[in-house]
């Protein structure tokens, strides 16, 4: 059974500084892996896609890469900012089309 | 711009209700699927919908249903509430080929009293 694990739990860092948010998975026959945003009481924010063939995607800030052998993967956030406070989901696609989600990273950003 | 729509923000039913849940997304997306999040817990998927009429269960479906008459549009129900159900609802959406994005509503957050 697929387990995905996102440490650390929780972090909190002054704003500027560069980051790494961490993600496993157990099994490396995923069909992608998708990272998302929550903010508190909200729903989920689709922030990058990477599909089990690529290594890396990247949006803005945001990079993001994916290690399938390894089963990890990791958001780099760049000069931090306290607006990018929140909390940050991993999921990975099964190969029955199911989305499993890891417990999330909660990131604050301190002015 | 992509959406994904549910019907209520917040929620507080009584214990025994029948409760719906709606689920609308304007993506003309086939997979459609309904979590809960709870503390300590995180998203647990409930059911998931691939096709109009068509469902499957996920790792809790117990206490719940689904209907999918409209490709647009996934309802989540509670036969009779319990307190056990309160929690954050969220329903989401995705095309069908295997390497596409998947789109959140906003949440309901649901209190069974």
């Known amino acids: 059974k697929q387990e995905v694990t996102q440490i650390p739990a929780a972090l909190s860092v002054p704003e500027g500084e560069n980051l790494v948010l961490n993600c496993s998975f157990t099994d490396s026959a995923i069909y992608n892996l998708q990272w998302f945003r929550q903010d508190p009481g909200k729903g989920l924010t689709s922030l990058l896609l990477i599909q089990s063939s690529q290594r890396e995607q990247t949006s803005g800030r945001l990079n993001a890469s994916l290690d399938k052998s390894s089963g990890r993967s990791t958001l780099y956030i760049a000069a931090s900012q306290p607006g990018d406070s929140a909390t940050y989901l991993c999921a990975v696609e099964s190969n029955t089309g199911k989305l499993i989600f890891g417990q999330g990273t909660t990131l604050q950003v301190k002015p | 711009d992509v959406k994904v729509t549910q019907s209520s923000r917040y929620l507080v039913k009584r214990t025994g209700e029948k409760v719906f849940l709606e689920c609308v997304q304007d993506?003309?997306?086939?997979?459609m699927f309904w979590y809960r999040q709870d503390p300590g817990l995180g998203l647990r998927l409930i059911y998931f919908s691939y096709d109009v009429k068509m469902k499957e269960k996920g790792d809790i479906p117990e206490g719940y249903s689904v209907s999918r008459e409209k490709k647009e549009r996934f309802s989540l129900i509670l036969e009779s509430a319990s307190t056990n159900q309160t929690s954050m609802y969220l329903c989401?959406?995705?095309?069908?080929?295997?390497?596409?994005?998947?789109?959140f509503g906003q949440g309901t957050r649901l209190t069974v009293v």
């Open positions: 993506m003309d997306h086939e997979n």
């Open positions: 989401a959406s995705r095309s069908r080929g295997r390497r596409t994005e998947a789109f």
